[in-house]
């Protein structure tokens, strides 16, 4: 074992045990992440216990991995972070993996390849989104770690172009690649774009055939059993929700009107100028910081100076990925989450031009100073904490106090609703209880927002029985019962 592998090694235990923490800490502490983090759970809540396997809206993927850890006994929750994890670690060996492949070039010594991919590593291992994403309860590193598992056997099969190898074992490799790409697009729909960066990487037009015989093998089961429980595939509700269409329109001409629309050359430049804007103004702020920008730069310098062409093909994945999901969903910082590991190699290259400097005490320093900046802004919950904790103590006041029968539960986020166990509804009208705290109404700068409710609605509100009361860190709850004529 070389000394770049022992040193990763020792780095990537120390990085899992930190992450590990992080994630405790956020489970016992903080609470879900997002909306999309309730669905998820309850999905695989779902499918755990009431043999209800898909949704209308999200994949399934990522739920069917935590169910496993229920059967376990482990909670829910706990279960998605677990998930998380998991993959995350993954994920990160897999880029060290990768590169040390890629990056192969004969005649040159190996010092270079295996110092990118430690610095590489590095780089992802303190990106703040990514970690985020390794402790969330959120399905990106699962969906990435597929992806990259299928990537780097496609660049083996590249690799493999010109030796003496049997077209039995490209075909198996084929397979699996297609195998693995399926199940990372039943865990995020735009995972489908495996397809286009096999063949980018393989030039091989002969093996889609097996890939996608792999594809539909994992990816098939899916489709059967939402085509069962009448939902949509997630790839078509998400195309046309995220452009301004309903699941609700019952006609399947106005969804195949909506799609055309999406997919029109006019439609396509549309879309793509747009995302460029959003990824310019708010995703790349998003995902990468001022620090890591700055060795993306000085590695994007060195590639161009000195003309590493195994580079491109990382620089090729990221083009594909735009070129595919900008017409197709709204640009959003977690959307890159998947190509960070090609966005690291240009970090990694970033970080040996500094590595490689001759004043010793200021590299060093550097260096030290860029992955405590980075630690520090990973090891800050993503959203701060502004007593979230608040909608755990409520759910388990509504459980205690309602049972944990699926309760119908009104609030402007499902929060309260997922640790009550209860099932969440934006209409008041249709809730037995009503859940309202004062975060709901507050932006980001501590500053009510303005509401405006119509005159039947201020009755309801005026007219609803409160509960309870609950205080947590100077944040205040309240539990209603609303009037029984609004349900």
Known sequence: MTKY????LFLFTIWSLYVVALLIRQNEIYGIETTDSYFYLKI??????????????????????????????????????????????????LTFIFLNILLVVPNEKNHERESVALFSFMFLATNPKFVWACYSTLPYTTSTFFMWLSITLSLILMKNRGKNISSKKDFLISITCGFLGGISYVVRPEMLIIIFIFLAITKKPKLIFPFLIGYIISSLPYHIISYIEGNPPSFLSKLILYKGGSLKESSSISHKDNIEKILSLQGYIKNFIFNFHLSHKYAIPGIITASELIFIGMGINKILKESKESAKLSLLIIIIWCLFTFPIAISADYFYIPVLPSISIFGGYGLLQLWDSKNKYAKLAILAFFIALNTAIFSQPLYKDEGRKIYKIAGKWIKENFGSENILIFEPFPFATFYAGGEWTTSPSKAKIWVISSLDYLSSRGKPELMILDMTKIKELSFAEPITEINYRGIRLRIFKPPENTR
């Open 5 to 8: 592998k022992k040193i990763f």
């Open 44 to 93: 695989a809540e779902n499918s755990a216990f009431k043999n209800k396997f898909t949704h209308p809206v999200y994949s399934p993927g990522y739920s069917y991995f935590i169910s496993a850890l229920i059967y376990l006994g482990i909670e829910t929750e706990l279960a998605g972070r677990i998930i998380s994890f998991i993959f995350g670690a993954g994920t990160v060996i």
